[in-house]
């Protein structure tokens, strides 16, 4: 997630440090069940609570439950629906051990209106048939279907009849092996006893929004009364969802603002010098004018950068938007400056891509570009290292390589991150602190520009990214033509090779994208090297390359040079193309099996056509039948090439994860609230964030403390 890479993480307390503290705490309040510290979870039980994050009171009480059975009433038999739970309680009338179709215990249990329903077990103990000898008045619990003969139970609950009835509903909780419900409820209810409810937002603001009392909230989650709207808790509409929700999403607005402020108490260098011969002559001498938007966030970022806190920006753009020469300014910017900048893309072909189009750009005005990836070696990485160290080579571009512990900077001003979604947070941050330095007492922070053709959907702009200032490049560079996107079945695939022959004898160029095949990368290369060889075959005058992760990078960069040199007409790649290969001649994009792809993966793929000023075609091949999720997936890509919509109908399918790269920090994000239904709670959060900073500094204090605790990943951003 972006709001990693805030610097400042390396002086917050060391994360062994921080975990103490709740240790501490619990030791100090005893040694009570529920209240067990991280590193004294030493019985079975508390080591279990524990798997689940249950350490301190304050974790149980917002452990909530996943669902609810109603134990509160007895419904007449006659009423039962199959494919819903319900309580039903009656005399065993019939209770027998059947064999066929194979071993199992039948009931019929009657009510007192004379109906039957009939319970039935394929596995049962000696103890079940007991509790079901004909007479027993017995209490059933379960989910009704539809049965041979009416309606039955299959595995129910068996209680004894005649008790008195629940008055709340019974919670069910997400648990762990070995840890019963039973256990767990306890372990709650105890932690309801001792645990602090009391209220963290002040009255006005609770009547401002309308949320109840967070006591309320709690208390009605875990045990909702009998008459409770089970439709408004199961859709976390009830008043108690929305006043936990809204207190998550308040705590995440109050701590990214924190993140902000403690942004802007950091140094950095200040990269001021925007009179520069040097930005003049890059102005000069490129050979197209820069589009209104290019210009406008390039003075956007070229104002943080002047500025002496770090700058923690992300310049969106669509694909084909044309980003790199913005940072070629950002960078030009930092050099004119005296400082270094770097430049990280996350794959070789893309990094070396970059290096090629920033050395022609600023070579020429006398700037030093250096050069460093993974495959770098002997000589020439030892040349790269010491001129980043001296500070002789300006501008350094290269891949992850470049975070490396041994790679140092004489004064890193500027660090850019093209594609910045493909980076994990970790690399990030590896990255922040090879600015740091220490001169005199100062550490400086490098300013930091993370490039990205994702576009993040508003409602996780105003969340997730709140300490992060937003560029978009909203246009796109003259006489570009919209890609024309066709769906193509696989059976027709003929024609389509009859399209590319007839693409590359009009002298463009075209990318044939292999089927992904996520479970092995083994097969994945197989795939890459069949395709080329069927190719090769079906069109035997067409000049045909291949290029897959497993190349070794010179040769990857010897094949992506005859492409685009023009040496080879059509290139047959793997993902490794999917970000940032920027070849303008070419104008035709086959992927096949499309329905495999993601969509933001699929957008990508096609933004690497229509980046010249010819029609560009963009074939989806897919193999029927699809699958629902790919029909909406392949239609959306029909439908639309905007970025944003595009990102817009992905978050809807498959959550936000994927934009924040959560899935490498391993951070669950969001426990209650959804960014994508609670919308309007966002919005609230955000405004009661202000309120709160503004009028009750020490409600918001408690706030974060109540629900940030052990998650320092949100403390320190
Ligand atoms: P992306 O935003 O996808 O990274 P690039 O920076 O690769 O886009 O730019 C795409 C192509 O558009 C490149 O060939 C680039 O040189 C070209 N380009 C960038 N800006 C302009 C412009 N203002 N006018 C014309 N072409 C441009
Ligand atoms: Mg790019």
Same mark, same amino acid.
């Given at each position: 997630m972006s709001a990693g890479p805030t610097s400042g993480v390396h002086k917050t307390a060391p994360a062994g440090q921080q975990k103490k503290r709740p240790a501490t705490r619990k030791s100090a309040d005893g040694a009570g069940a529920p209240a067990a510290g991280r590193s004294s979870a030493t019985t079975l039980a508390e080591r279990r609570l524990a798997r689940l994050g249950l350490h301190e009171p304050a974790d149980f009480i917002v452990h909530l439950p996943l669902r609810y059975e109603d134990e509160t009433r007895i419904v007449p038999i006659a009423s039962v629906v199959p494919g819903v739970a319900a309580q039903i309680e009656g005399e065993v009338i019939r209770s027998e051990v059947e =064999? /066929?179709? /194979? /071993?199992q215990l039948h009931a019929l249990v009657q009510d007192e209106n004379g109906d039957q329903l009939a319970l039935r077990w394929l596995h049962f103990y000696p103890s079940q048939q007991k509790q079901l000898a004909v007479g027993n008045r017995v209490r059933v619990r379960g989910e009704v279907r539809s049965g041979f003969g009416g309606c039955e139970m299959v595995h129910p609950k068996v209680s004894a009849g005649g008790r008195p009835l629940a008055t709340a509903l019974t919670p069910v909780y997400s648990t762990t092996d070995g840890l019963s419900q039973i256990s767990l409820r306890k372990a709650i209810d105890t932690a309801l006893e001792r645990a602090d409810l009391s209220d963290t937002l002040p009255q006005d603001v609770c009547s401002q929004y309308g949320l109840i009392p967070f006591r309320q909230a709690i208390r009605v989650l875990h045990h909702p009364p009998a008459d409770v709207s089970c439709a408004d808790l199961a859709e976390r509409e009830h008043p108690a969802w929305l006043r936990i929700k809204f207190d998550e999403l308040l705590a995440q607005q109050l701590s990214l603002a924190a993140a902000r402020a403690a942004r802007r108490r950091q140094q950095a260098r200040p990269l001021a010098n925007v009179e520069h011969v040097l930005l003049q002559r890059l102005r000069a001498s490129l050979p197209f004018t820069l589009t209104a938007a290019q210009a406008r966030v390039i003075d956007e970022i070229s104002a943080d950068l002047s500025r002496s806190f770090p700058m923690h920006r992300l310049l969106q753009g669509d694909v #084909?938007? #044309?980003?790199t020469i913005v940072a070629a300014f950002a960078a030009a910017q930092a050099i004119a400056s005296g400082s270094q900048a770097a430049i990280m893309a996350p794959t070789e072909i893309l990094a070396e891509q970059h290096f090629s189009k920033l050395s022609a750009w600023l070579q020429p005005l006398g700037v030093n570009v250096a050069w460093l990836a993974g495959s770098l070696a002997g000589k020439a990485r030892k040349a790269t290292m010491t001129a980043a160290k001296s500070g002789q080579a300006q501008l350094v571009v290269g891949t992850q390589a470049l975070i490396q512990d041994k790679v140092e900077f004489s004064s890193l001003g500027l660090v850019i991150l093209d594609e910045q979604h493909r980076f994990g947070v970790g690399q990030r941050l590896q990255l922040n602190r090879k600015g740091e330095e220490n001169t005199g007492r100062q550490a400086y922070i490098p300013h930091q520009l993370n490039m990205s053709a994702t576009p993040i959907p508003r409602t996780l702009a105003m969340t997730f990214f709140a300490d992060l200032d937003v560029s978009v490049i909203d246009e796109l560079p003259p006489g570009r033509s919209p890609v024309l996107t066709k769906l193509i079945a696989d059976s027709r695939r003929p024609e389509v090779l009859a399209s590319v022959a007839a693409e590359v004898r009009q002298g463009r160029q075209a990318y044939w994208v292999c089927p992904l095949v996520e479970e092995s990368e083994a097969l994945q290369l197989q795939t890459a090297v069949d395709t080329h060889e069927r190719l090769a075959a079906a069109l035997p005058d067409v000049r045909i390359g291949l290029i897959h992760g497993k190349l070794p990078a010179n040769e990857k960069q010897a094949v992506m040079k005859r492409f685009r040199d023009g040496d080879t007409d059509v290139l047959v790649a793997t993902t490794v193309i999917e970000v940032g290969v920027d070849v303008s001649n070419a104008s035709l994009m086959i992927i096949e099996h499309? @329905?495999? =792809?993601g969509l933001a993966q699929l957008h990508q793929l096609r933004g690497r056509v229509g980046r010249g000023s010819q029609e560009s075609i963009c074939v989806l091949m897919y193999q029927a039948p699809l699958s629902m999720i790919a029909r909406q997936r392949l239609r959306a890509m029909y439908e639309t090439t905007d970025g944003f919509e595009i990102a817009r109908r992905d978050l809807e399918q498959r959550g936000p994860g994927e934009f924040l790269g959560v899935r490498q920090s391993g951070? @669950?994000?969001? /426990? =209650?609230?959804s960014l994508e239904t609670d919308a309007r709670l966002v919005a609230q959060a955000r405004e009661a964030a202000a309120t709160l900073r503004d009028h009750y500094p020490e409600h918001a204090q408690a706030h974060l403390q109540r629900w940030m605790r052990g998650r320092q990943d949100f403390l320190r951003s």
């Open positions: =064999f /066929r179709p /194979r /071993r #084909g938007s #044309g980003k499309a @329905e495999r =792809f951070q @669950e994000l969001l /426990r =209650f609230a």
